[in-house]
């Protein structure tokens, strides 16, 4: 008998605070910048340089443990875990090991199996490394220190996921708590979520764990399935041939879809922790912790059922739109303008997620108004240009925001509203068109949709397709 398998596999998110400076220093954290010109003493390690901890991280820090249900530390303190590596200049990383800020939380995700909770272990403020660029050209490697001491919480989860659906579903639920609580961008392609893998294999049933891996380098939901797979049939393999799994760190190379083994997995001793100097302990009373409560937004779940109850949106579409906080904002500010708020999600949904496909972008790139958008909702509303002009409008406010009354009136877009000129584009066409007339008055209706649409040409497309629908019909049937 064949045996059964499954994977348990717990995750170390990183996510970078969205502060104005880093943890411990007042440089800039913006992401892509010159090499080395976001940098100080503090975060280049120089001698005699003193760490003072940034208040914005602690605040951030508090926010996200909250939303994911954990209690508070109050008593909290960072420390050093030393480890010498080129892109760390001081030789050691100021994080949290004994006493984290946030401990003992819980999230609820949605598979198609069902609602699952999973649970969290520990929130850990930090600060970052540097980066390391690779010049295969001139065959060196390159630091760049302006992403050292750049704030993260990272956030470990308990050993409670079992497939590459669960964890893409905890991280997805992850990253739009943090992006509506306003914390981080978490946007994967620029670092500012990453994600660790720690996976292990056994037998269906035992409750023994099996020995573990932990995998990097996974810059993407879809990497991160294909790695977790592929880690899950790489241990599977080893055990079946009667191989022990080493516990180590991989190094995911999504092109060939393969890990390569990096350095041996360290334990907590080989880091040499011990409380930093330089950082007093925190002490975080109650009126902070209950301040930060009562500032809390509203999350997706929320929104979403609020989005159903005001504005009467389906479910689909109210998750549709929440699955982006940009998105979300844009809906709910257009909707509020222009007090169509079926109309202003048909508008997201439709052309707007159609047009961040057909040119590759993510919602947060968006650079659309509502208060444009609202604006041609109501255009379209009053008639003053018909769906298909609307729907070119968009594409131009898509690129560059225009005004669209602007725009209209400057390419000459709006609707012909004269009766005589689209009385007489109607005959012109049943002149042009005697057969199709001839088909139409012996039964065969449909061809009035042809017929229109030759209207629509003669008019340049400045006429409401209904109004042209109900001259030619009348005309024809005289």
């Known amino acids: 008998m064949t045996k059964q398998y499954e994977s348990v596999i717990g995750l170390e998110v990183h996510v970078e605070l969205a502060t104005r400076t880093k943890i411990f220093c007042g ?5 892509g910048g010159a090499p080395n010109t976001h ?15 940034n208040k914005k991280v602690v605040e951030y820090a508090l926010k996200a443990g909250l939303a994911l249900n954990c209690g508070i530390n109050q008593y909290s303190r960072f420390d050093r875990k030393n480890y010498f590596y080129p892109d760390n200049p001081q030789n050691y990383q100021i994080s949290q090991l004994y006493l984290p800020i946030c401990h003992d939380g819980w999230i609820e995700i949605e598979t198609a199996a069902g609602q699952k909770t999973v649970g969290i272990h520990e929130i850990h403020m930090e600060e970052d490394a540097g980066k390391l660029i690779h010049d295969e ?49 978490c946007k994967l392609q620029e670092g500012s979520m990453r994600a660790d893998v720690n996976l292990s294999v056994r037998e269906a049933g035992i409750k023994t764990l099996g020995t573990r891996t932990e995998m990097k380098n996974l810059n993407s939901f879809k990497a991160i399935a294909r790695a977790i797979e592929a880690e899950k049939a790489r241990q599977i393999e080893l055990l079946e041939g009667g191989k022990p799994v080493i516990q180590e760190t991989r190094r995911w190379d999504d092109n060939k879809e393969y890990s390569y083994a990096m350095r041996s997995k360290e334990d907590a001793k080989d880091y040499r922790y011990f409380p930093d100097p330089d950082l007093v302990p925190l002490e975080i009373g109650d009126p902070w912790i209950e301040r930060v ?8 779940t929320e929104k979403m059922r609020r989005y159903q109850q005001v504005y009467q949106l ?4 109210a998750s549709i739109i929440t699955g982006s906080k940009k998105l979300a904002d844009l809906f709910e500010v257009t909707a509020d303008i222009c007090k169509m708020p079926k109309k202003a999600a048909n508008w997201i949904i439709g052309e707007t997620l159609k047009c961040l496909k057909e040119h590759n972008m993510e919602p947060e790139e968006l650079i659309l108004s509502p208060q444009h958008l ?36 400057e390419h000459g877009l709006g609707m012909v509203e004269d009766p005589e000129l689209l009385t007489n584009a109607v005959a012109e066409v049943m002149g042009e068109y005697e057969k199709a007339v001839a088909q139409y008055r012996e039964g065969k209706t449909k061809v009035i949709g042809f017929l229109i649409g030759q209207v629509m040409k003669k ?20």
């Open 374 to 409: 609202a604006r041609l909702i109501q255009i379209v509303d009053k008639g003053k240009v018909n769906q298909n002009i609307a729907k070119d409008v968009f594409r131009s406010m898509f690129k560059a925001d225009i005004d669209p009354d602007d725009y209209i009136k």
């Open 293 to 300: 409560k009562s500032e809390q937004p509203e999350l997706r």
């Open 27 to 31: 440089c800039s954290t913006e992401f």
């Open 459 to 478: 008019m340049q497309g400045k006429a409401d397709p209904g109004q042209v629908g109900e001259v030619l019909k009348s005309a024809l049937e005289n």
């Open 39 to 53: 940098t100080c003493p503090v975060c280049t390690g120089m001698p005699g340089s003193l760490p003072v901890l």
């Open 137 to 185: 050209w001139q065959d060196c490697s390159l630091v760049d220190y302006n992403r050292s001491g750049v704030p993260l919480i990272e956030i470990v989860s308990e050993p409670d996921m079992r497939s590459a659906e669960e964890v893409t579903a905890y991280l997805d639920k992850l990253r739009l708590t943090m992006q509506y609580l306003g914390v981080s961008d």
């Open 314 to 317: 389906s479910e689909y579409d």
